[in-house]
């Protein structure tokens, strides 16, 4: 009998051959869509895509692009897993004001003009006490360099490594795409005296990861109410703030535990609806430190989802070191040179 080419269900054409009434699979070859949703051996740590912000003075980010960039990659994301909660969380006129002036492209135009607004104020005072020329200008110029040498600093200092205003906002959208194997992050930096704004796209297996956290967290030594009063202290500021209507907020305080998302399943004092309601919405504060009841892979997760975005960050600007101890003991994360769980052992846990 003559072979006969068949379609299963995954989009793979088989070549089918009967012989006396018997059928046999001779060999199989993925078809041509499916090629598309092929993926390479990606490793944790490796930068799928990334796309620059398309201006300085407005952030915003060509996500369409960025889709296809990667589609071509294998990874086949829906539009309400990647682009609808990514302009949900950045596409705000607040947010964005926020990425300007907190920009590293800002900061770094900001300095000379700090330098010589600084000047012309010292100089114009302190001629009237200042006879010399040359010292009055030496004097200016050292005052105008270690006040705005402070100010950098003061403003980098307060720059820490994960951003509330927007490695939080972020949180959602990371437990949208981690179903894909990716993580999103924001990185800003300043290479070449140009700024550096990029949305990047990382591959990561997050069920390593997961399994290694929730073993640490189950150990005697983080088995305790001090733990707990650790996460409290350095996660108390991490709020995620989310617009419902009053019917769903009115219904999702009846919802069990088990029925709400995972990052905003608290208990009754971590939800709470604001008293001024506008256009039947209300305000829901979600207090992201891992409630003490919940099972350790489900503190586990949370703590991965939190940290996901400024790891990503951390990651692509090269601002993450681990030690020697640390690589030895991740054997699933070879391309980063610390792992996101050991990330958060070592910043948050101890």
Same mark, same amino acid.
């Given at each position: 009998m003559t072979p006969e080419m068949m379609e299963d269900r995954n989009g793979v054409c088989h070549i089918v051959e009967e012989r006396e009434g018997d059928v046999q699979i001779q060999y199989s070859r993925p078809h041509a869509r499916d090629s598309i949703n092929s993926r390479p051996d990606w490793s944790n740590g490796q930068c799928v895509a990334s796309v620059p912000s398309c201006s300085m003075l407005y #952030?915003?980010?060509?996500? #369409?692009? %960025?889709?296809?960039?990667?589609?071509?990659?294998?990874?086949?994301? #829906?539009?309400? $897993?990647m682009e609808t909660p990514l302009k949900t969380a950045l596409d705000v006129p607040s947010v964005r004001r926020y990425m300007v002036f907190n920009?590293?492209?800002?900061?770094?135009? /900001?300095? #000379?003009?700090?330098?010589?607004?600084?000047? %012309?104020?010292?100089f114009s005072t302190l001629h009237l006490y200042i006879t010399n020329y040359w010292v009055l200008c030496l004097s200016v110029s050292l005052?105008?360099?270690?006040?705005?040498?402070?100010?950098? =600093?003061?403003?980098?200092?307060?720059?820490?490594?994960?951003?509330?205003?927007?490695?939080?906002?972020?949180v959602q959208v990371n437990e949208m795409l981690v179903r894909h194997k990716l993580l999103v992050g924001v990185a800003d930096w300043v290479r070449n005296c140009t700024g550096n704004m990029k949305l990047y796209f990382v591959y990561w297996d997050m069920s390593p990861c997961l399994r290694a956290l929730t073993e640490t967290l189950e150990e005697p030594s983080f088995v305790t109410i001090d733990t707990q009063?650790? =996460?409290?202290?350095? /996660?108390?500021?991490?709020? =995620?703030?989310?617009?419902?209507?009053?019917? $769903?907020?009115?219904?999702?305080?009846? $919802?069990? $535990?088990?029925?709400?998302?995972?990052?905003g399943n608290g208990s009754a004092a971590s939800g709470r609806s604001s008293n001024q309601q506008k256009d039947a919405t209300a305000t829901k504060n979600y207090s992201l430190v891992p409630d003490a009841a919940l099972p350790s892979q489900a503190k586990a997760y949370q703590l991965l989802m939190t940290y996901s975005a400024a790891y990503v960050k951390l990651l692509v600007?090269?601002?993450?070191?681990g030690s020697s101890h640390h690589r030895g003991q991740r054997s699933h994360c070879k391309t980063a040179?610390? %792992?996101? %769980?050991?990330?958060?052992?070592?910043?948050?846990?101890?």
């Open positions: #952030p915003s980010f060509d996500l #369409p692009r %960025c889709r296809a960039k990667l589609e071509r990659e294998g990874f086949q994301i #829906p539009r309400e $897993d920009s590293a492209q800002f900061h770094f135009i /900001m300095a #000379p003009v700090l330098y010589v607004v600084l000047w %012309c104020a010292l005052i105008s360099i270690v006040l705005t040498t402070a100010v950098i =600093l003061i403003l980098h200092c307060s720059n820490k490594e994960i951003n509330v205003n927007l490695d939080i906002r972020l009063k650790k =996460l409290k202290s350095k /996660m108390s500021h991490f709020v =995620l703030v989310t617009k419902v209507s009053a019917g $769903d907020s009115d219904a999702e305080e009846q $919802d069990s $535990d088990e029925q709400r998302p995972l990052l600007s090269e601002r993450l070191s040179p610390i %792992c996101l %769980c050991q990330y958060i052992k070592t910043k948050i846990l101890q």
